[in-house]
């Protein structure tokens, strides 16, 4: 279990978010934060994906979209 994550029942479930913290910990400093029912991850302070109803949606702008298209994702 991670910090943040004890008695957290909103739309992100507690094994979701220990899901993508595992994921996560290959990349290293990431860390989440429990926001509008959902849940916000960041990395050196910057929000980079968001979690809701157990789906993560990662930021993308022009300088990254062709990578996640060219990946297969939405």
């Not at 109803?53 to 994702?73: F, H, I, P, Q, V």
């Amino acid at each position: 279990m991670y910090p943040g994550s004890e008695g957290f029942d909103g739309v992100v479930s507690k094994e979701y978010l220990t899901f993508v913290m595992d994921l996560m910990s290959v990349v290293g400093g990431v860390s989440f934060r429990r926001m509008f029912g959902g849940a916000g991850f960041f990395q050196g302070g910057k929000m980079f994906a968001l979690a809701a109803d157990d789906t993560l949606y990662m930021k993308a702008d022009d300088s990254n979209r062709e990578d996640y298209l060219g990946l297969g994702m939405e």
